[in-house]
């Protein structure tokens, strides 16, 4: 299957710093999506982008589709404990198929 | 609460066994996903139903089966358990279901926990 390859695999963070988060393949994709799954849960869409450069923010979060359409990055900006979960990110190449990466566990110590 | 409801939450079975694992979708989605998260996979797509039909299939084992009824629930059977099977095994639903093993639109509900023992 298509590899996404994302990083850190883990990161443990102090309260109130910044967190980035990254998304690579070999592939081309038309849309990179950016998940949250709290422990029990399923994931939760966080950001969609849909176009090569775009930036988009939801709170302190930010995400940015690479100009080269085979990254997406994710900064979580003065973290909080509730940021605490693992992240995800999700391709769509040109043929609709949706990948997702391995996840990004985050931990934030108080 | 993402309004995808999936039942039992856990589960926990012998090796051999078969077992259903129900999703009912969000009111007036028609598109229905199976993703299957193991500690050492991530989260990898098994199938799609829309609207009754399979859509789409990925990496789902021939022990495995799903069917999406009239009233849009579906359900996901997997027989022959083994202890690998052992992992959360997540709905999504979305209204058109455009996208092939996953949409944007689309929203996951808490999964089920299975543990074949």
């Known amino acids: 299957g298509q590899q996404l390859n994302q990083s850190p695999q883990s990161m443990f963070i102090q309260e109130g710093e910044d967190v980035s988060m990254n998304c690579t393949s070999s592939?081309?994709?038309?849309?990179w999506l950016w998940y949250k799954q709290d422990p029990g849960e399923g994931p939760v869409l966080l950001i969609a982008?849909?176009?090569?450069?775009e930036l988009t923010s939801n709170g302190r979060l930010t995400a940015q589709f690479g100009i080269t359409r085979k990254d997406s990055f994710l900064n979580i900006s003065a973290s909080i404990p509730s940021d605490v979960g693992i992240y995800f990110c999700?391709?769509?190449?040109?043929?609709?198929?949706?990948?997702f990466g391995t996840g990004t566990s985050l931990t934030v110590i108080p | 609460d993402s309004g995808v409801t999936q039942t039992p939450k856990h589960l926990i079975t012998a090796t051999g066994q078969r077992v259903t694992l129900r999703c009912s979708p969000r009111s007036g989605d028609l598109s229905v996903y199976w993703y299957q998260q193991s500690l050492d996979q991530g989260l990898q797509f098994l199938i799609q139903y829309y609207n009754g039909e399979e859509r789409a299939k990925g990496n789902i084992l021939e022990r495995f089966s799903a069917q999406q009824f009239p009233d849009l629930h579906s359900e996901l059977n997997l027989s022959s358990l083994e202890l690998g099977d052992s992992a959360l095994y997540f709905c999504?639903?979305?209204?058109?279901?455009?996208?092939?093993?996953?949409?944007?639109?689309?929203?996951f509900g808490q999964g089920t926990r299975l543990t074949v023992v």
């Open positions: 999504a639903s979305s209204e058109s279901g455009t996208g092939f093993a996953g949409d944007p639109e689309a929203f």
């Open positions: 982008l849909y176009k090569a450069g």
């Open positions: 999700a391709g769509q190449l040109s043929g609709n198929q949706f990948y």
């Open positions: 592939s081309i994709f038309n849309t």
